[in-house]
């Protein structure tokens, strides 16, 4: 079936998607900054916080690999307060730590993030201990037992945030942040919406220096998380974005390995991920909506990348949606379809099981046609290790802040057998 589907035909067949009966939307405010030798207005941007010690976070290969330190310092003169440059992948507790205190030597009252995902999320959490005066542990999100999680509310004055974005991810104008820290049994988590960047620069050179299998990899999870996303009912402003960025990751993805070179498909790639964030904003006062598909996915997909150094989350992501799908499609036939019919597999008279095989089976082809694993098998890893995978999913804020079931372990596994 075409993927342009008369859109009047679908809106009869499966029910409307737009919430007629009110909502609320919530906007924050930051400069946006994308394109050709964006990183021009750096200084401006920092002047703009009247910062006069703007510190830089990176991880090691944009440090000693790329001219980007170099630009930003050249453009900063004065302003620049010097850099820690060894933030590593998942933003680990120590390298956090370590950061901070590097931070705080240099007097930092502004922070820039130069990089991807992990070291964005870690430079939030050296604002949160800039900025706090309790302990890390006391100031991340707790599980009690028998009881739902909890985040605690870290209410102090933290320095500004300068997002440079070498990757399009999620991560870029967010206020969760999640730490790896391999003594404790789950990631440290914390979440302060006064972390949220107050500008963001999408620097086509900068995107550029990202290896073109990362910049897959990423798009891969804002992909499978785009789609899903596009099965519950929402307001007309999360729908105009959710439908344009999966729009975007769309198109750009199975060209992302073939254009290594294109630094328009990059930024195409961050806009998406920059409006998946803002549709999540503009459901503000929306009670959850549970997709268990979505959010198992997604709690093995953290565990898997977690736990094995060499598995990227694209990699863990797309490993075990496909299956996920399949297995658990949802109870409302007209979610599945909207799914379905978003990446070209809707048929009229489909029930849910049918709708979500075929999403299954289109992503499976869209994984093996770009190069990505469909099954866990091809992760390289110990089929033995599967019930500590389960295990690691327990408690993923994310994934599952409630309570967690008796049973979710066992669960779990089951899908992680299935995926195998």
Known sequence: MPR???????RKEISMNVKTDG??????????????????????EV???????????????????????????????????GVFPAMDRDSSWPAVRQAAEAAAAAGADLLIALGGGSVIVGTRVVAILLGEKGDAFSL????????????PRLLAPKPPIINVVTTPNVAMNRAGSA?????????????DPKTRPCAIFWDADALLTAPVGLVRSTATMGHAS???ALGPTMNPLAEADRRQAFQLLDAALPRVTEEPGNATLRLDLCAAAFLQNRADDDEQGRAPVRDPAGSSAYAIATALHIRYHHVWQGESTSSVMPTATRLMPPEDVNVAARIAQAIGVWERGMTADAAASATA????ALYRRIGMPARLGELDIPRSELPL?????????????????????????????AAW
């Not at 342009?4 to 679908?10: G, I, M, N, Q, R």
């Not at 919530?26 to 401006?44: D, E, I, M, T």
């Not at 991340?140 to 985040?151: D, R």
């Not at 089976?361 to 499976?364: K, P, Q």
């Open 4 to 10: 342009t589907t008369p859109e009047f035909l679908l």
């Open 23 to 44: 909502f609320r939307a919530v906007s924050y405010p930051l400069r946006l900054h994308a394109g050709s030798n964006a990183l021009g207005a750096l200084k401006a």
């Open 47 to 81: 002047e703009r916080q009247k910062a006069k010690r703007a510190f830089v976070i990176c991880g090691n290969t944009v440090a000693s690999k790329t001219d980007l330190l170099g630009r930003i310092s050249d453009n900063l003169g004065p302003l620049y307060a």
């Open 140 to 151: 991340m999100t707790q599980y009690p037992e028998g009881k739902p999680a909890h985040s």
């Open 179 to 191: 730490l790896k820290n391999d003594d404790l049994d789950h990631r440290m988590e914390f979440f």
């Open 226 to 228: 785009a789609l899903r």
């Open 361 to 364: 089976d289109a992503l499976d």
């Open 389 to 417: 995978l389960a295990k690691d999913t327990l408690k993923n804020f994310n994934a599952n802040p409630g309570d967690r079931p008796h049973d979710h372990t066992q669960r779990m596994l089951r899908l992680l057998e």
